[in-house]
Structure formats: structure tokens, C-alpha cells
């Protein structure tokens, strides 16, 4: 499995709809999964990683495309910044090994939410607000945080930069053919020498962007549906490696495109679904037995004539699972004592003895 798989297996549960426009980040997706993976053990490891691939090749190459190349002097400076962040309710611990893998990044925070859900999703939303620059201010719902979350582990990603060369507008809109008929919309113009290709009915065109960044439009010669549906790993690689460069003509459509999804479902339909259940063992994260209750993602992505801006967030929120036991009725019905002591030293503050409570 590799990050190209994983990228092509998740749009497809995402995007069961062939006519439905969607927009996500598998960088963002990929790197709140890892960590998760990171912490997990047993089938619930195994699950990720059948779907993810090696995480130490994963987590190299998501470390290297955490960081833009320099750019010329003059030019401007593009942006990227990712924050990695487990968020904590004090009634856990957390492994510390588990928390070594957020220093540098977010790190390990503390949220109250068992006591304060409000205030710990407040704080939650305006620090991925805080990253993405403020295109995802309300990644978790109200109603995410339930009575037995107890942490939220989060990626949050901005990326902004400019085309190498510059697009000019159309002076006026132009048509585009979709699913629910032609419209009109605002289109951008470059003709340079870009990276191209046409093989096994699409064309592709790259464009590059300061930062090491490039954006690649891949247009059907027939229906994205069934063009799309025919991809594999290895079709769509080899797309991506017979570019090569050519004078193009590209008139390309504005954009403004956001979706926000449950990866949950999508997740379960891809073989993932021992860490959703009480089965789920990620001891690695923390001594306490925890499960994750949903996988939550928001992805924005906006194009025009002077380059890209996109951000996204991953929030896998976690509850504690109730540990089955068996029960047994006491009934303290005749003299009895009692202790009042300090948990964690064993120092008594109190004895008592009873006899008579009345």
C-alpha cells in the first residue's frame, strides 16, 4: 500500500458520487490516521496499516512534504504550516513515547472535556482556526464531544503559494459542462511551457507553483465517472510520471471549492473498525482503554490567477471504553472501617471505625 493507494482508496469512499463535487486532503487525513496508528497495537494497528502502508516510509514522506523548497530572492514567500496536536482531559494518562511523536508540532494539550465539553471544543476549533488561517473555524460540531470523549487528536494544515507563471482572466466567463448542464463561470488563461501529457484517454497538465508545489489537472477525453472509476494506482502514476514539457493553452475555471465529512463510514467500508469499537486495543497512547468515536474532516481549496490557498483539518476523537467486569453487591450492614487516605502515596488522613451509624 502506498500513500497513492491509500489516496485513491479513500476518495472513492468518500466520493461515492461520481457527479458530486469534493474536495479533501489526503496529506491531512494521512498524517491524523499515522498518528493514530502510531498509538494502536494488535488488529487495530494492523487494520491502519493495511490501509495506510508502512508508517515509517509514510511518516518520512509526510515529513518531507511538511517543508517547501526555498524560493528565488523576490519572489514571494509561500506558506505551509501543519500542526499535529493530541488534546487530553486530565482524567487520562498519556504514554509518553506517544506524546514524543507532537513535540515540535502541536504537542499535548489539556482540554476539559469531561467537565467543560463547551469550553474544550472552543478551544479545539480556534486553535485549528488559528492554523488554517481562519478558513476552518468550526471544524468539531456541537455535538461531537460526547460524555465519555476524553481526547481529540488533530492535524490542521495551511498551504498557500503562487503559480511560477501568472494566469491572466478571461474577460468573460466561460462555459462549463457538468453534470447539471452548462454554466457560465469566471476562467483563468496561461500559455507557457508546462509539463503535459495525453496517453489512455485523459489529458494532463501540471502547473507548477513557488515552494516546490504543483498543481495537476487531470481532464477526461470522455465522463469523469467511468474515466475516473477505471483508475488504478497504476494508471494514475504513470499519468502522473509521462508528463512532459510543451507549449499549453490552459484555460482553467476559478475556484472556490469545501467539504466537510465523517471519514468515519468510509473508514469501515476500507477494513478499518476495531479502533471504532471496544475491541479497539491503543495502548500506545495511553494506559487508559480508549476507542475512537468518529474521524472527523474539513477540507478548502481556492484557485485563481495568482496561485493556490487550501486548508484542512483531521480530528479523531476518543472516549474511554467501559471496561466490562463482574458485579458483585456489597451491603454494609454491620460494623465496618473506613479509611480516607491519599491515593497515590497510601498516606491515611482518616480511620474510622463503625458501629452504629445511627
Given amino acids: 500500500m502506498s500513500h497513492l493507494d491509500f489516496t485513491l482508496a479513500l476518495h472513492r469512499a468518500i466520493a461515492l458520487d461520481p457527479t458530486q463535487q469534493v ?14 496508528a502510531r498509538g494502536a497495537r494488535g488488529t487495530t494497528q494492523a487494520e491502519l496499516r493495511a490501509l495506510l502502508g508502512d508508517l515509517d516510509e509514510l511518516g518520512a514522506a509526510l515529513g518531507a512534504a511538511g517543508t517547501l523548497s526555498e524560493v ?17 482531559d486530565a482524567v487520562i494518562d498519556i504514554e509518553p513515547g506517544f506524546a514524543d511523536l507532537f513535540a515540535g508540532s502541536g ?22 482556526a488559528e492554523t488554517t488561517r481562519g478558513l476552518i473555524p468550526d471544524l468539531l460540531p456541537p455535538d461531537v ?12 494544515l495551511y498551504l498557500k503559494t ?36 495525453a496517453r489512455d484517454g485523459w489529458q494532463v497538465v501540471g502547473i507548477p507553483a513557488l515552494g516546490g508545489v504543483q498543481a ?17 494506482t497504476e494508471s494514475l502514476g504513470a ?58 474532516h474539513e477540507s478548502v481549496l481556492r484557485v485563481d490567477e495568482q496561485g493556490l490557498e487550501g486548508a484542512a483539518a483531521t480530528a479523531v476523537a476518543m472516549a474511554l471504553t467501559a471496561v466490562a467486569t463482574e458485579r458483585v453487591d456489597v451491603t454494609v450492614d454491620r460494623p465496618f472501617l473506613l479509611l480516607v487516605r491519599h491515593r497515590d502515596t497510601g498516606v491515611v488522613y482518616f480511620v474510622a471505625r463503625v458501629t452504629n451509624p445511627a
Fill in 216 to 232: 495537476v489537472v487531470l481532464l477526461p477525453d470522455g465522463d469523469l465517472g467511468p474515466a475516473e472509476a477505471a483508475l488504478t
Fill in 72 to 88: 528565488w530572492e523576490g519572489q514571494p514567500e509561500p506558506t505551509l504550516a501543519v500542526a499535529n496536536t493530541l488534546w487530553a
Fill in 145 to 156: 464531544i460526547t460524555a465519555d470523549t476524553v481526547s481529540i487528536l488533530v492535524n490542521a
Fill in 162 to 197: 503562487s503559480w511560477e507563471g501568472k494566469f491572466t482572466p478571461d474577460e468573460s466567463p466561460s462555459p462549463f459542462t457538468g453534470a447539471r448542464g452548462t454554466v457560465d463561470v469566471p476562467t483563468m488563461y496561461l500559455d507557457k511551457q508546462l509539463p503535459y501529457a
Fill in 239 to 296: 499519468l502522473l510520471a509521462d508528463l512532459d514539457w510543451m507549449q499549453v493553452g490552459l484555460r482553467l475555471p476559478k475556484l472556490d471549492v469545501s467539504t466537510q465529512s465523517d471519514l468515519t463510514e468510509a473508514l469501515n467500508d476500507l477494513g478499518v473498525t476495531t479502533v471504532f469499537s471496544d475491541q479497539a486495543d491503543l495502548s500506545g497512547i495511553s494506559p487508559d482503554p480508549l476507542y475512537a468515536q468518529a474521524v472527523l
Fill in 23 to 36: 474536495c479533501w486532503s489526503p496529506f491531512s487525513a494521512a498524517s491524523a490516521l499515522t498518528l493514530l
Fill in 107 to 128: 504537542g499535548v494539550r489539556n482540554a476539559p472535556f469531561q467537565a467543560e465539553p463547551t469550553k474544550a471544543r472552543d478551544q479545539i476549533n480556534a486553535d485549528i
